[in-house]
């Protein structure tokens, strides 16, 4: 199985700044086949970029995925109040049983 | 729009089962794979498993198997997930949640989009 590592685990952050969060891979992470989601207290995740850097439908493009192997990053270029959440990444490669990293929490400073 | 409903939060106790339902709407619900996930207060998220809504096939993370089981009802859209032998280690949020992709097309390893909005399950004595 496949263990996702995310960085850091909380990210301190006032509105308008850059939010770089980091997603490390026990093993490669084949084709791409890397999501992130957002969470806010109370809801469900919501999808944000899958393939490693393809954003879903309604996300702004403030919200940037890169990477590949076993490093991957979310960017999120200057940061609004509706922001401030937990962010997950997930692989989801072939003959490998489907993971999620632990999560970085982005807080207001 | 396409739509993932679940059922209400449940208590149950140790040694028991429970069983959520998720109900779908907004598109075909057998052209699509759905999966569950769980998460424990304060914690992150477990991947537990997923059904084929059109074939009824199943595959189940290594740490439920045994445990759980995942049906559909294909006549109103819905899809179950029951999990047995709850201890208080069980307590958490079950999810539901749709792989956007044609069943035809895709495989069930993938991405999310919609979840639903979560059952919270309490295990107590």
Known sequence: ?109 | QVKLVQSGAEVAKPGASVRVSCKASGYTFTDYYMHWVRQAPGQGLEWMGWINPKSGDTDYAQKFQGRVTMTRDASISAAYMELSSLTPDDTAVYYCMRVPCLINRCSPQNWFDPWGQGTLVTVSS
């Not at chain 1, 996702?4 to 770089?20: D, F, H, M, Y």
């Not at chain 1, 850097?53 to 490093?71: H, L, N, V």
């Open chain 1, 1 to 109: 199985e496949i263990v996702l590592t995310q960085s850091p685990a909380t990210l301190s952050l006032s509105p308008g700044e850059r939010a770089i969060l980091s997603c490390g891979a026990s093993q490669t992470v084949s084709r791409n086949y890397l999501a992130w989601y957002q969470q806010k207290p109370g809801l469900a995740p919501r999808l944000l970029i899958y393939d490693v850097f393809r954003r879903a439908t309604g996300i702004p493009d403030r919200f940037s995925g890169s990477g590949s192997g076993t490093d991957f990053t979310l960017t999120i270029s200057r940061l609004e109040p509706e922001d401030f959440a937990v962010y997950y990444c997930q692989q989801y490669i072939l003959n490998s049983p489907l993971s999620f990293g632990g999560g970085t929490k982005v807080e207001i400073k």
